[in-house]
């Protein structure tokens, strides 16, 4: 089991571009989260999908948007870059029903230039 | 809402010695508490999860964390640090028993560092 994969590992972008990050969940699991993760901080809630529809949301801009696909696996794409957009970006897969924990990926580490 | 606070950005302890590494929370609703640890460059890992029943979990590596309802406290323990130890660890909340399907509210995190 390979686990939830995220490509690429780190990315370099400049003000004003779009970047699109990508997530594999575990086998089995059918539930993607995204968190934004700035330097010396804890990880922070983007959004989260399931069935191919944003089911929660946190506190981002709508420059933050996603998409997931009917193998489960999942995008966050972010338009208009800001240099504060730069962090790692944790995927997270999770299964359902009760007592199912979230597995994270190894992230995606964006600058902003 | 809920909360997670982190005492101590920063914690040193020396190679076998206790380690503790203190969260609390502010939950409205009867709270899910985790511990993640975080090495450099590498995502979460979860060492324990406080649910229902047991206050006292236990956890991998030999961690441990004790809920306490009335400190609003889960504090994470270690009877004797290990070099390997050494890391980023967070302590995160959320509110259903499904609790893999609920966003996670994350403290700030504490660095460990372990002397040799």
Redesign the interface.
């Known amino acids: 089991d390979a686990g939830?994969t995220q490509s690429p590992t780190h990315l370099i972008k400049t003000r004003g571009q779009q970047v699109t990050l990508r997530c594999s969940p575990k086998s089995g699991h059918d539930?993607v989260?995204w968190?934004q993760q700035a330097l010396?901080?804890?990880?922070?809630?983007i959004f989260?999908y399931?069935e191919e529809e944003e089911?929660?949301r946190?506190n981002f801009p709508d420059r933050f948007s996603g998409h997931q696909f009917p193998n489960y696996s999942s995008e966050l794409n972010v338009n208009a870059l800001l240099l504060g957009d730069s962090a790692l970006y944790?995927c997270?897969s999770?299964?359902?029903?009760?007592?199912?924990?979230?597995?994270?990926?190894?992230?995606t580490?964006l600058t902003v230039v | 809402a809920q909360s997670?606070t982190q005492l101590g950005s920063h914690v040193s302890v020396s190679e076998g010695a206790l380690v503790l590494l203190r969260c609390n929370y502010s939950s409205s609703v009867p709270p899910y508490l985790f511990w993640?640890v975080q090495y450099p460059?590498?995502?979460?890992?979860?060492l324990l999860?406080y649910?229902t029943g047991a206050t006292l979990v236990k956890g991998i590596n030999g961690f441990e964390a004790e809920f306490k309802k009335s400190e609003t406290s889960f504090h994470l323990t270690k009877p004797s640090a290990h070099m390997s130890d050494a890391a980023e660890y967070?302590c995160?909340v959320t509110r259903e028993?499904?609790?893999?399907?609920?966003?996670?509210?994350?403290?700030?995190?504490t660095r460990l560092t372990i002397i040799p």
Request: positive net charge; aromatic residues 16%.
């Open positions: 939830v539930t989260s968190y010396g901080q804890g990880p922070q809630f989260q399931y089911r929660q946190g944790l997270a999770s299964g359902t029903g009760r007592d199912t924990e979230a597995f994270f990926g190894q992230g580490r | 997670v993640y460059n590498q995502g979460l890992q979860l999860k649910t967070f995160a028993a499904n609790f893999g399907n609920e966003k996670l509210t994350f403290g700030t995190g």
